[in-house]
T-cell receptor, first 114, second 109 residues
Framework: IAGITQAPTSQILAAGRRMTLRCTQDMRHNAMYWYRQDLGLGLRLIHY???????GKGEVPDGYSVSRANTDDFPLTLASAVPSQTSVYFC?????????????FGPGTRLTVL | GQNIDQPTEMTATEGAIVQINCTYQTSGFNGLFWYQQHAGEAPTFLSY??LDGLEEKGRFSSFLSRSKGYSYLLLKELQMKDSASYLC??????????WGAGTKLIIKP
């Protein structure tokens, strides 16, 4: 593994189903983030974690949950998917959570909820 | 509220220079980032400004004016591979990034 990986690459999901998007980084970064990217809108922060064992809510957290049991993994769970959660999801990490910390992005997961 | 504004789309010619503007309004300010995103790919970091002035990095330069809430990304000697979206993001007082919708740059031969 080099950098950040996400799985799956893409997924079509029936509304009401539960889904976990996986994110793993091997850079030993403390901070990790989940964003969604929709056409015509900027990246929007869903949840973040400044260090293992802590998480926080971003701009659009409703319908999503996260956990950070260790430094490397930061899964995002949709408890009961709805069509408005159709989006491209990016996981990112940075060495620290303070100023001037470049965020490195995973390749993204394209999720379609029908 | 917090807001980042940048043009939706710009067109330029190969070999030319293009300037992509960004205005920002954030709760507190901890710097301004520019990222490049090719279609279907992840964003990649280009530059960071926290002090007023110009930062030059090869063909790319980024400028910041904190008093005007304004930044621009300058791309010189444009190449076809520069065709991408350019994302402006301001870091607020909580060290969270507020993102613009991106400027799609189309390079014509």
């Amino acid at each position: 593994i080099a950098g950040i990986t996400q799985a799956p690459t893409s997924q079509i999901l029936a509304a009401g189903r539960r889904m976990t998007l996986r994110c793993t980084q091997d850079m030993r970064h403390n901070a990790m983030y989940w964003y969604r990217q929709d056409l015509g809108l900027g990246l929007r922060l869903i949840h973040y974690s400044n260090t293992a064992g802590t998480t926080g809510k971003g701009e659009v957290p409703d319908g999503y949950s996260v956990s950070r049991a260790n430094t490397d993994d930061f899964p995002l769970t949709l408890a009961s998917a709805v069509p408005s959660q159709t989006s491209v999801y990016f996981c990112a990490s940075s060495a620290l959570s303070g100023a001037y910390n470049e965020q490195f992005f995973g390749p993204g997961t394209r999720l379609t909820v029908l | 509220g917090q807001n980042i504004d940048q043009p939706t789309e710009m067109t330029a010619t190969e070999g030319a220079i293009v300037q992509i503007n960004c205005t920002y309004q954030t709760s507190g300010f901890n710097g301004l980032f520019w990222y490049q995103q090719h279609a279907g790919e992840a964003p990649t970091f280009l530059s960071y400004n926290v002090l007023d002035g110009l930062e030059e990095k090869g063909r790319f330069s980024s400028f910041l004016s904190r008093s005007k809430g304004y930044s621009y990304l300058l791309l010189k000697e444009l190449q076809m591979k520069d065709s991408a979206s350019y994302l402006c993001a301001g870091m607020d007082s909580n060290y969270q990034l507020i993102w613009g919708a991106g400027t799609k740059l189309i390079i014509k031969p």
